[in-house]
Protein backbone atom coordinates (compact mmCIF):
# COMPACT_ATOMS: atom_id res chain seq x y z
CA UNK A 1 0.00 0.00 0.00
CA UNK A 2 1.17 3.41 -1.27
CA UNK A 3 1.68 6.47 1.20
CA UNK A 4 -1.63 8.19 -0.23
CA UNK A 5 -3.30 4.89 -0.38
CA UNK A 6 -2.64 4.36 3.33
CA UNK A 7 -3.69 8.06 4.14
CA UNK A 8 -6.97 7.19 2.22
CA UNK A 9 -7.42 4.19 4.01
CA UNK A 10 -7.14 6.43 7.55
CA UNK A 11 -9.36 9.13 6.45
CA UNK A 12 -12.41 6.23 5.54
CA UNK A 13 -11.70 4.19 9.15
CA UNK A 14 -11.62 7.51 11.23
CA UNK A 15 -14.45 9.13 9.61
CA UNK A 16 -16.67 5.54 9.61
CA UNK A 17 -15.79 6.02 13.79
CA UNK A 18 -17.56 9.53 13.84
CA UNK A 19 -14.55 11.87 13.78
CA UNK A 20 -15.41 15.19 11.91
CA UNK A 21 -12.03 15.37 9.25
CA UNK A 22 -12.94 18.20 6.99
CA UNK A 23 -11.52 16.67 4.49
CA UNK A 24 -7.70 16.52 5.84
CA UNK A 25 -5.00 14.44 4.49
CA UNK A 26 -4.42 11.33 6.60
CA UNK A 27 -0.95 12.64 7.89
CA UNK A 28 -3.51 15.29 9.64
CA UNK A 29 -6.00 13.04 11.34
CA UNK A 30 -3.97 13.32 14.10
CA UNK A 31 -4.26 16.92 14.63
CA UNK A 32 -7.88 16.86 13.96
CA UNK A 33 -8.15 14.25 16.52
CA UNK A 34 -5.81 15.95 19.41
CA UNK A 35 -7.96 19.02 18.50
CA UNK A 36 -11.39 17.39 19.53
CA UNK A 37 -9.53 15.70 22.75
CA UNK A 38 -8.45 19.11 23.74
CA UNK A 39 -4.51 18.03 23.39
CA UNK A 40 -2.12 20.52 22.30
CA UNK A 41 -0.73 18.63 19.74
CA UNK A 42 1.76 20.85 17.55
CA UNK A 43 3.19 20.19 14.10
CA UNK A 44 6.77 20.64 15.61
CA UNK A 45 7.91 20.02 18.65
CA UNK A 46 5.79 17.87 21.12
CA UNK A 47 8.03 16.89 23.86
CA UNK A 48 5.58 18.78 26.40
CA UNK A 49 2.63 15.57 25.87
CA UNK A 50 2.90 13.34 28.42
CA UNK A 51 2.99 9.26 27.26
CA UNK A 52 -1.14 9.30 28.22
CA UNK A 53 -1.69 12.82 26.08
CA UNK A 54 0.26 11.09 23.29
CA UNK A 55 -1.96 7.42 23.65
CA UNK A 56 -4.90 9.32 23.53
CA UNK A 57 -4.23 10.84 20.08
CA UNK A 58 -2.51 7.82 18.43
CA UNK A 59 -4.86 4.78 20.28
CA UNK A 60 -7.76 5.40 18.40
CA UNK A 61 -5.85 6.04 15.03
CA UNK A 62 -3.56 2.66 15.23
CA UNK A 63 -6.23 0.75 17.12
CA UNK A 64 -9.21 1.33 14.23
CA UNK A 65 -6.80 0.84 11.33
CA UNK A 66 -5.92 -2.65 13.25
CA UNK A 67 -9.64 -3.60 13.28
CA UNK A 68 -10.39 -2.66 10.07
CA UNK A 69 -7.54 -4.50 8.65
CA UNK A 70 -8.61 -7.41 10.42
CA UNK A 71 -11.94 -7.39 9.38
CA UNK A 72 -11.04 -7.25 5.24
CA UNK A 73 -8.70 -9.86 5.80
CA UNK A 74 -10.90 -12.42 7.38
CA UNK A 75 -13.83 -11.22 4.46
CA UNK A 76 -10.83 -12.26 2.41
CA UNK A 77 -10.32 -15.61 3.90
CA UNK A 78 -14.34 -16.01 3.96
CA UNK A 79 -14.29 -15.20 0.02
CA UNK A 80 -12.01 -18.52 -0.44
Do not use: H
Request: no cysteine.
Amino acid sequence: MTRKGLNEFKNQVMESKGYGLNSTPGENVKYEIAKELGIPLNKEDNGNLTSKQAGTVGGPIGGNMVREMIKLAQEQLARK
